[in-house]
C-alpha cells in the first residue's frame, strides 16, 4: 500500500500524507476526483464524447462548478492542438480527457 500511495502523490502532484486508493468503479473515481478537487464557482473544462463525458459534466454541476465542454463525436480523440483555444479562452482549474489523467491548474488561481 506504501507504494501505492507514493504513486498516486505523483500523479496528483501533492504531498498529503492520507493520500489513499478506494476501490471502486469508475464512477466512483470521477465523482472522488471532482469532490475533492472541484469548488463551487471553478471553471471546470471536459472533454464530452459520449456517455461518461456528459455523467462528468452532471458531477461536477452538482458540486458548483461553472462547466464548460468540447465536444467530439465517439471515436474520436481530445488532442491539446485541438483544445488550445477553448482552454486559453475558458482557463479552467480542472480538466478532463478520457485519453489522459485529470490535470489541475493553480498557475492562474
Not at 19 to 33: D, L, Q, R
Not at 72 to 81: A, I, L, Y
Request: glycine share 10%; with cysteine; charged share 20%.
Amino acid at each position: 500500500m506504501d507504494e501505492i500511495q507514493s504513486l498516486l502523490r505523483y500523479v496528483w502532484q501533492t504531498e498529503n500524507p492520507l493520500t489513499i486508493a478506494v476501490s471502486g468503479t469508475g464512477t466512483a473515481a470521477m465523482e472522488a476526483t471532482i469532490a475533492n478537487s472541484v469548488e463551487p464557482g471553478d471553471v471546470v473544462l471536459i472533454g464530452v464524447k459520449g456517455y461518461f463525458g456528459n455523467r462528468l459534466v452532471d458531477m461536477a454541476g452538482r458540486y458548483g462548478a461553472d462547466v464548460r465542454t468540447i465536444t467530439k463525436p465517439w471515436g474520436q480523440v481530445f488532442r491539446s492542438t485541438n483544445c488550445g483555444l477553448q482552454w486559453k479562452h475558458t482557463d479552467p482549474r480542472f480538466w478532463h480527457s478520457f485519453m489522459q489523467k485529470p490535470q489541475l491548474e493553480h498557475a492562474s488561481h
